[in-house]
């Protein structure tokens, strides 16, 4: 195992023992909710759309997965299955209590140890860029990846680069923050995938939940809250969606 895979191990090991505070994936409170929801739903709403198909028809996989909070929501939106991975046994542990719907397995997401088109989709968030490859993460989730793959990580940017973190600390254990974008993604792709084809798309768009979340709770009533935030993403993602922080990464096989 990579060095650098190690060291995110034994840190996620630790915060995963430690940390009990994982309620929030299981809330039922709206704003968490549509803040929780929001990013999984815009990739799986545009996967759909795009193949005309709905989640009960996908078996899907999710790298980088933790506790399982991604899972559940995808569990919730009526996939067949869905199963987590991650490198922290602990994470797992927890996800199985959390929700036991979840099938789990230990994965390093550089080194997925499963057979090429196990799943329809491969999925994940705000993981790949803990990885000291990323790009070698993207390509085992192709080729594990039967019919898609989503990819919902920072996006590079003028922005990113003035005011974006470089390099998050989790428990001691450093990495960089890898930003991609549409030409990153579609050149890692094909330069895997060769010549068969592929859809690839990058929806850019706004994400900062703590920002968001602290500006509802200045509003006079929940509902208000909810909705101004709602208003906001609209609005950011309407007028500078092009310079936004995010990147909702869809890859179709032979589309
Ligand atoms: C910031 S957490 C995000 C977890 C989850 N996506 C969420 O949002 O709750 C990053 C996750 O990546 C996992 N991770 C780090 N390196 C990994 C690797 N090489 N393979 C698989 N998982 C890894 C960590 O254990 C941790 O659960």
Redesign the pocket.
Known sequence: MNSG?QQ??ES?ENIYTHSKNWEHWDSKDPLTRYLLDRRLQIGVDHLMERTNSSPADWDVLV?????G??GTVLANMGFRSVTV????EN?LQVCKVRDPRLKTQV????KLEVADGSYDLVLV???LH??PRPVLGLTEMLRVAKKAAIVIEPHAGIVANLLGTVWED?GGTVNYVFRWNELLLEQATRSYLLQSPCYVKALRLWNHNIVMSRFAKKLWNKQAGLQAVKLSYLLLDLLFGKVGNMMIGVVIKNP
Request: glycine share 20%.
């Open positions: 895979v995110q191990k996620f790298l980088c997965g933790g506790v909070g991604e991975s991650d490198i922290s994470a994965l390093n997401g550089e968030q705000d993981g803990h990885l989790h």
